[in-house]
């Protein structure tokens, strides 16, 4: 760490360390909402003052501080994520809890639309020995969860969606997950700068109503899920309704998942 918390004396470094009270008032006046966190985590992740100077600089800019850093907090983990993959939220722990549920111990799960590799990852530390199979489209994010994934000896694939899973998991998937893209088009140039800038519309833009994808998975499923197994899938409580209804159609039992807190939505298609 180059900053003091305590003290503006800067380090000793041909390059001044800036004081954490200039990085906070930057920070706020960029728009940067939890300006004092966000200081702390560019501190203790700079290498030098040079480095934090950049950093600031670079949050200053919009980019998404996870891509900054290099990592996210989520459900507990320090997961990295590279710049251009879509940084993970805290609603989606909902989503993992509920996957993590229904995975007994030896379970095969797939995670579809993976990104960083984060909901696989906190399923399997959560319920401790998982099967784990995970695609992307991304080039990025699959060579991300590669990384994060490696020590679990997951499979990472790169395709879309199933089509690049092994033919010997067609009827033996317990549990499927994914966290498909679900901003309907229109409403996507509305989302923050750092989201819709830096980080891939494949993975924000789900069509017309927003669901075009998730439609695609529930599809799918009964050819992959083994008999019991559930399909599960993050959405908005606004669109739960048609998204329940998709399960349906796609033969699957439907079931509807909400914390308020968070605020999360899921839906649960069971085989």
Request: net charge negative; proline share 7%.
């Amino acid at each position: 760490m180059y900053v003091s918390k305590s003290t503006d004396a800067p380090a000793s470094s041909s390059v001044p360390a800036p004081s954490r009270a200039t990085i906070v008032d930057r920070l706020r006046a960029a728009g940067c909402v939890f300006a004092e966190d966000e200081a702390e985590l560019l501190i203790d992740s700079a290498a030098s003052p040079a480095a934090l100077l950049a950093m600031v600089d670079r949050r200053v800019a919009g980019l998404p501080l996870e891509h900054i850093v290099g990592w996210v907090d989520f459900c507990g983990l320090r997961v990295a994520v590279d710049p251009g993959v879509f940084v993970p939220r805290r609603r989606t722990e909902l989503l993992v809890r509920r996957a993590a549920a229904l995975a007994v111990p030896g379970a095969t799960v797939v995670d579809l639309a993976c990104g960083c590799g984060a909901i696989g990852l906190a399923v399997a530390a959560i319920v401790g020995d998982v099967v784990l199979h995970a695609v992307d489209l991304e080039p990025s994010a699959v060579r991300c969860a590669r990384r994060n994934l490696a020590a679990l000896g997951a499979q990472v694939y790169g395709g879309d969606l199933y089509e690049p899973l092994p033919a010997r998991l067609r009827g033996h998937v317990d549990v499927l997950v994914a966290n498909v893209p679900y901003v309907p088009t229109g409403a996507v140039d509305l989302l923050p700068p750092e989201a819709r800038i830096h980080e891939p519309l494949l993975a924000l833009d789900g069509g017309a109503d927003g669901l075009d994808v998730l439609r695609r998975v529930a599809s799918g499923a009964r050819d992959w899920l083994a008999p019991g197994g559930h399909l599960l899938l993050e959405t908005s409580l606004e669109q739960a309704d048609a998204a329940l209804a998709a399960l349906a159609e796609a033969g699957l039992v439907p079931a509807l998942a909400r914390d308020d807190d968070l605020p999360a939505t899921v839906v649960i298609g069971r085989c």
